[in-house]
């Protein structure tokens, strides 16, 4: 019985950036490799499902930095209304204008 091989997602990249490139067969593909031809066409179709992801990755970053600026300027906005009603507070208990 054989054992079975396993591929690093790079490897799997760069043989399904192969498939894809249609310079050989997938027949010529699977013998390279020693992969059967309905794992090649499995890795090519996940690839193309997952495509959007390698542009998604930046702007998630993006989006991440984005939502915790908005978070911070939420959190001052509050502390800011929360100041004025005591300054108010005080100015009315005091008699300050």
């Known amino acids: 019985m054989k054992n079975r ?25 699977a013998a390279k490799y020693g992969v059967h031809i309905n794992q090649l066409q499995r890795w090519k179709k996940q690839f193309l ?28 906005l509050k502390k800011v209304g929360q100041l004025t009603i005591e300054v108010d507070w005080l100015k009315k208990k005091s008699g300050f204008k």
Do not use: D, Y
């Open 49 to 76: 499902e997952n495509a959007g992801a390698a542009f998604k990755a930046e702007n998630s970053r993006e989006s991440k930095e984005l939502q915790k600026i908005e978070e911070e300027k939420e959190a001052l």
């Open 5 to 29: 091989r396993s591929f690093t997602p790079e490897e799997k990249a760069r043989i399904t950036l192969e498939v894809l490139a249609s310079e050989k067969t997938l027949t010529e593909i």
